[in-house]
């Protein structure tokens, strides 16, 4: 009997998640924070130095340090500003969408200590004698011209500064802001045509009042600047910029949308897949990653998190991942409805066998995304935000919803006796009478023999390896800025360049270099790399000069010698804790020698990706750590999958006393998981190839690293990581004479092996 009303309640959820979306989703998307690389702005990295020699930089001094910048910030106008404190005593702040960068960068970094002097440079009053707050723009009563107004604490301060002035030979007040002892000097600077100091009025007699206005040739932002200065307070400490990243506005809106586009056709290709392939489970699917879509921004709003050009990558690799988690739980059921069982039973056996290995599954390659989070920097960090999210919502909707909008459509009885609507053939179908089980099934691989081969496959692999440390040592890997320090400077201009050109402006600049390529549809693109840094002056005249030139404003990216060192620190370090994390965790799971050999195959996929890398002489920066990393994770994902089929089979013989049984266990859990691997793998290719061929420049060192990895990712699973173990596990059958599996060790509770 058909119960309609399974299929209404079904009907009446897409209903009602679509109307969800369709009302919420432009006011959800429009309050998305969006990083400066997609929309403009600049980030840099202050190390933190104490004003005076033998203090100490402590908790309190960092945290001042923050509130004082933060008002800073806020009197420029930027909305939702980063301001974050580091390890090593170290601020990062990233200001997106800021319109002028350079009055933004001089404001962060001016130490603020205003003092008023005479002409011998002796100090007469400082800020701590102004009035919180007491700083504004006006404009002079006579002249009209802007000018900045304080209040003083104590009006007989100022006269006795005042009444020491007129006692001096020139009696000027010299106003200062961040004077350096030893360094400036009134008598050196009143002959430049632009000083230093602010203002040096002169003093005509004692003021006994606690009203003092700044004249200077101030245009109006400049005098608004200095009140905003005055009144957000001196810094308790120096600011040494180690690191800055400044984005162009059109960069950022480029960026935006050429991955936004590239995303959603990747999305397109993946749903199109699963409906084609999985047909009404597919249709199932496609409805979950709908809801994880949605669900997942608005989550990542909620948290205030910031969406970067990586960070879009993650969402579209948590896709997926989802997908991954639906294909498993599809093929079981698949598997169930093969061997001939109902199909209310195959989706209760195939749900409840699919779960432990999606649990496997996603685990790795959340422990990847938060060793990401903990070492990783800036735009990494916001990667790995987005991934670590991703898998959490990922588990939870394939894992729940998904089967629960599945379970309403087969509990209705409509698709009883209808296998084709779940992707199985009426021939296919075995009589479980018979005793069949997943065990007896076949597959479309069963005339390859994968543990037959297994030595070339050892020989091609180390070869290939070889090869790659030979190319590696020779060629070297091309290291971004990122990692040897120096300067990236991105162009645009609205006409096409030449390479002799943009040399010709740049020296124009001071920067000399060679190393200059021209891209884009209509070569109207630069990027220029300088093996030296540039300074904060140097970074705004540089930036003015291309804007007014070119007509759009460049990116520039600095990174000094100091953060390049702990980048690398930071980047073998995350590779180390992630290795170590997936070998503990998959031996408490499984075994240690399943443990060793998914790390020979992860560490095989990734050196693959890096001699590649070397040999094509593709830049190496920090996205491409985030995608070595990512590819770890889902490398032992993919392993993992395979290692609990084996785990199964085994576990379903009593024991093993022949080497044979072990390679026909290798070769039949091969087979059975190689459709899931190559359609998770297609799955995951879809949106990493839109955005490779589609998405923004800047990821796609990250899409050529992930393509690679996803592909080594396959091919190791499938003939390195299930081969040594079966070489290992064989040693040990030799050695022993017998391998008792799970079920025969809890009933004999003898100490021999088990897997």
């Given at each position: ?5 399974r299929i209404?309640?079904f ?55 923050k ?10 106008g ?7 404190i ?22 962060l ?63 000027v ?64 400490v ?42 009404l ?41 989802s ?37 496997d ?12 989070f ?7 960090k ?35 006796n ?23 099934l ?40 990122d ?6 400077i ?14 010709e ?28 840094t ?15 030139k ?13 953060v ?35 790390i020979?195959?992860l ?17 190496v920066?920090l ?28 576990q ?95 009933k004999?509770?003898t ?5």
């Amino acid at each position: 009997m058909v119960k309609r009303s399974r299929i209404i309640s079904f009907i009446l959820i897409v209903i009602l998640f679509a109307s969800l979306a369709g009302l919420t989703t432009e006011k959800l998307l429009g309050n998305t924070k969006l990083g400066l690389d997609l929309q403009g702005g600049f980030e840099v990295l202050y190390e933190v130095h104490p004003v005076n020699e033998g203090d100490k930089i402590t908790e309190d001094t960092l945290s001042h340090t923050k509130d004082a910048l933060d008002r800073r910030i806020n009197a420029l106008g930027v909305s939702e500003p980063r301001i974050d404190i580091e390890e090593g005593n170290r601020i990062r702040v990233q200001l997106a969408g800021v319109e002028d960068q350079e009055q933004a960068r001089e404001m962060l970094s001016t130490t603020a200590v205003l003092t008023f002097r005479d002409a011998d440079d002796n100090k007469l009053l400082d800020g701590t004698d102004l009035v919180e707050g007491g700083a504004k723009q006006s404009f002079h009563p006579e002249t009209g011209k802007p000018i900045v107004t304080l209040k003083l604490k104590e009006a007989s301060k100022f006269a006795e500064a005042t009444r020491t002035v007129l006692k001096n030979a020139n009696p000027v007040m010299v106003i200062w802001l961040d004077f350096e002892e030893g360094v400036d000097s009134f008598y050196k600077e009143y002959v430049k045509e632009n000083p230093k100091y602010i203002s040096a009025p002169a003093v005509n007699s004692v003021i006994n009042s606690d009203d003092v206005m700044i004249e200077g040739n101030f245009t109006v932002e400049e005098a608004q600047t200095l009140a905003n200065l005055l009144n957000a307070g001196a810094l308790p400490v120096q600011l040494e910029e180690i690191y800055s990243n400044s984005v162009g506005a059109q960069f950022g809106v480029d960026a935006l949308h050429s991955t936004v586009i590239a995303g959603i056709i990747g999305i397109a290709l993946v749903f199109l897949f699963l409906l084609v392939y999985y047909r009404l489970p597919g249709l199932v699917a496609v409805v979950t990653l709908a809801i994880y879509i949605y669900t997942t921004i608005a989550i990542y709003n909620g948290l205030n998190a910031v969406l970067t050009l990586p960070g879009i990558a993650g969402l579209l690799l948590g896709i997926a991942m989802s997908v991954d988690a639906n294909i498993i739980t599809f093929e079981r059921i698949k598997e169930e409805l093969r061997v001939g069982r109902s199909l209310q039973a195959a989706f209760k056996e195939g749900s409840k066998t699919s779960f432990i290995t999606i649990f496997d599954a996603n685990i790795t390659t959340l422990l990847t995304a938060v060793v990401l989070f903990i070492y990783g920097t800036s735009s990494v960090k916001g990667f790995a935000t987005m991934l670590i999210v991703s898998i959490v919502l990922s588990f939870g909707i394939s894992v729940y919803v998904s089967r629960f909008l599945l379970g309403l459509l087969v509990s209705s009885n409509k698709f009883n006796n209808k296998p084709r609507w779940f992707g199985v053939k009426p021939e296919e179908i075995m009589d479980i009478k018979k005793g069949y089980d997943t065990d007896d099934l076949t597959t479309k691989f069963d005339k390859w023999d994968f543990v037959k081969h297994k030595n070339k496959f050892f020989i091609g692999s180390s070869a290939l390896i070889l090869a790659g440390l030979i190319m590696v040592g020779v060629f070297r890997l091309n290291l971004s800025i990122d990692f040897t320090s120096g300067t990236r400077i991105d162009l645009m201009s609205d006409s096409a360049l030449t390479t002799e050109q943009v040399k010709e402006d740049l020296e124009a600049n001071g920067i000399v270099t060679e190393d200059i390529v021209i891209s884009g549809d209509n070569q109207e693109r630069a990027t220029a790399r300088y093996k030296g840094t540039l300074t904060q002056d140097e970074v705004n005249s540089t930036k003015s000069y291309f804007l007014e030139k070119y007509g759009n404003e460049p990116s520039i990216s600095v990174v000094t010698p100091t953060v390049g060192k702990d980048l690398v620190r930071n980047a073998i370090i995350s590779v180390i804790i992630a290795s170590v994390g997936i070998i503990l965790y998959v031996t408490l799971r499984f075994e240690m020698k399943m443990a060793i050999g998914a790390i020979v195959a992860l560490l095989h996929d990734a050196f693959m990706v890096v001699a590649f890398f070397s040999i094509l002489r593709l830049e190496v920066d920090l996205n491409f750590i985030a995608a070595i990393l990512t590819i770890i994770g889902y490398s032992v994902n993919d392993t993992i999958v395979t290692f609990d089929r084996i785990r199964e089979l085994m576990q379903k013989r009593k024991r093993i006393r022949e080497y044979r049984e072990l390679e026909e266990i290798v070769n039949k859990s091969i087979r059975q998981v190689l459709s899931r691997s190559i359609n998770t793998s297609l799955t995951t290719l879809f949106p990493v190839v839109t955005l490779l061929l589609m998405g923004a420049e800047a990821i796609n060192n990250f899409s050529i690293a992930m393509l690679i990895g996803l592909i080594a990712g396959v091919y190791s699973t499938l003939v390195i990581a299930a081969q040594l173990w079966l070489v290992w596990k064989g040693k040990e059958l030799k050695k022993k004479g017998v391998i008792i599996t799970y079920k025969e060790k809890k009933k004999y509770n003898t100490g021999d092996a088990i897997v």
